[in-house]
């Protein structure tokens, strides 16, 4: 009955994250070793020991690394607006209980299309705060208390996290600088994440 429910709220985040606009990506649960989040936490059970390339060595702790490869790639490609989303596992460990159901989003770059009549602007925190809470509305969820977040991936003073009856459930906040420079970013770029356990 448990996995039911988080399939049913995934599937509705999902169409929700759809038709707010971002496109679905799916991608390895492989990461490079290099990009873990945080950095400094290398759970060695999770390493593969033949890994199909350097790039893909160790099970994924957090659906951003694979997400942020794609916004690197498409804006050397001259892609100067990126919404994206995944659903999917990341692992902590290598028991069952330690595998949990995630939905990250990322916003990257312009907010609109170039145009002659507007000047563009590129997204902010409060583009990524309303979709995250526009998600958590559609799917029933109101009372819950928005608090600073501590989370290192996240540029310090520009993200938050919500908490409902004192369970964390979403996160969302600027790419912390320091990471712009491992994934290559050079344009503004927001991060939000769900945990749907």
């Given at each position: ?13 999902r169409e929700?994250?759809?038709k ?5 990506t799916?991608?390895f ?13 290398i ?5 593969i020991e033949?890994?199909?390339?350097s ?10 690394p694979n997400?942020?490869?794609i ?10 607006s ?5 659903a ?5 460990g290598i028991?069952?209980?330690d595998?949990?159901?995630k ?12 145009t ?6 590129y997204?902010d925190?409060?583009d ?6 526009n998600?958590l509305?559609e799917i ?6 928005l ?5 290192e991936?996240?540029h310090?003073?520009i ?9 964390f ?5 600027q790419?912390?600088p320091s ?11 927001f991060l ?6």
């Amino acid at each position: 009955i448990v996995m039911k429910r988080i399939k049913k709220i995934e599937i509705d985040i999902r169409e929700c994250a759809a038709k707010l606009g971002f496109h679905e990506t799916k991608t390895f649960s492989f990461i490079s070793e290099k990009k873990v989040f945080p950095h400094k936490i290398i759970n060695q059970d999770l390493k593969i020991e033949n890994p199909i390339s350097s790039e893909m060595n160790i099970m994924r702790n957090s659906l951003f690394p694979n997400l942020l490869d794609i916004v690197a790639k498409n804006t050397s490609k001259g892609i100067e607006s990126i919404e994206i989303f995944e659903a999917g596992y990341v692992f902590n460990g290598i028991n069952i209980t330690d595998q949990k159901s995630k939905i990250a989003l990322v916003l990257s770059g312009f907010e609109t299309n170039k145009t002659w009549h507007f000047k563009r602007r590129y997204y902010d925190f409060f583009d990524i705060k309303a979709y995250i809470i526009n998600i958590l509305n559609e799917i029933g969820m109101k009372n819950f208390i928005l608090k600073r977040s501590e989370k290192e991936w996240y540029h310090p003073g520009i993200s938050a996290e919500i908490k409902l009856e004192g369970k964390f459930i979403a996160s969302f906040g600027q790419l912390h600088p320091s990471l712009e420079k491992v994934f290559d970013i050079k344009q503004p770029t927001f991060l939000g994440e769900i945990d749907i356990n």
